[in-house]
């Protein structure tokens, strides 16, 4: 598509349950980022990936968090027995690796609550 | 590492009225900077970048920004505002010629333009 999408756009979940997070980068992009926006805390950094390379996951807060990209595309973010504070938006984000600078291409994010 | 900081969480000003939304950034090497808006309900879209060459940058709807070595800033202005431009303002920072690294971001400042 001609920008990142992210699925689902909202997700209500009970305290506890597992959710997985979608992310379609923009074709061609071999950057990918997750991020987190609380109230009030901004956007924080969780994990990304390049190309074949391991992944960065030192912006993940618990064990409780993982992700995984299939075939250098989609990217699922999942989180594990949530919390409420893991309630925030999750945006992902796509970069084409071959720029010199980290314009990044932010899709519309997935709202994720815990009750 | 880095970190930005963004003086004010709310802005409210009159239409037609400047505006000026503070951006001090810290790092012990050199940086890109960022300007990103997240209008009501949707993802971040970037506003203007400060790469090199001229410290002063200017986006399409009328934004500037001022990249200050000296005092580690890049304050974002308008000489006059729109309802229109109601969003939420992120500064963001990376390194320089780091492209893959992902951005650290500041708290965001909320501009409520009045009518």
């Known amino acids: 598509g001609a920008g990142v999408s992210q699925s689902p756009s909202n997700k209500v979940t009970e305290k506890g349950k597992d959710v997985e997070l979608r992310c379609d980068p923009i074709s061609g992009h071999t950057a990918l980022y997750w991020y987190r926006q609380s109230l009030g805390q901004g956007l924080e950094f969780l994990i990304y990936?390049?190309?074949?390379?391991?992944?960065?996951k030192s912006g993940l807060p618990s064990d409780r968090f993982s992700a995984e990209r299939t075939g250098g595309s989609v990217s699922t973010l999942t989180i594990q027995r949530t919390q409420q504070e893991d309630s925030a938006v999750y945006l992902c984000?796509?970069?084409?690796?071959?720029?010199?600078?980290?314009?990044?291409?932010f899709g519309p994010g997935t709202r994720l609550t815990v009750l | 590492a880095q970190s930005v900081t963004q003086l004010d969480s709310q802005v409210p000003v009159f239409e037609e009225a400047p505006v000026e939304l503070r951006c001090n950034y810290s790092s012990s090497v050199s940086v890109y900077l960022f300007w990103y808006v997240q209008y009501p309900n949707q993802g971040l879209q970037l506003l203007l970048k400060?790469?090199?060459?001229?410290?002063l940058v200017e986006s399409i709807n009328g934004f500037e920004a001022e990249f200050n070595k000296s005092q580690t800033s890049f304050h974002l202005r308008k000489p006059s505002v729109h309802i229109s431009d109601t969003a939420e303002y992120f500064c963001?920072?990376?390194?320089?010629?780091?492209?893959?690294?992902?951005?650290?971001f500041g708290k965001g400042t909320r501009l409520s333009v009045i009518a």
């Open positions: 990936f390049q190309g074949n390379s391991a992944p960065d």
């Open positions: 963001a920072v990376s390194l320089l010629n780091s492209g893959n690294t992902p951005l650290v």
């Open positions: 400060y790469l090199s060459g001229s410290t």
């Open positions: 984000a796509s970069r084409l690796a071959v720029a010199s600078y980290n314009e990044q291409f």
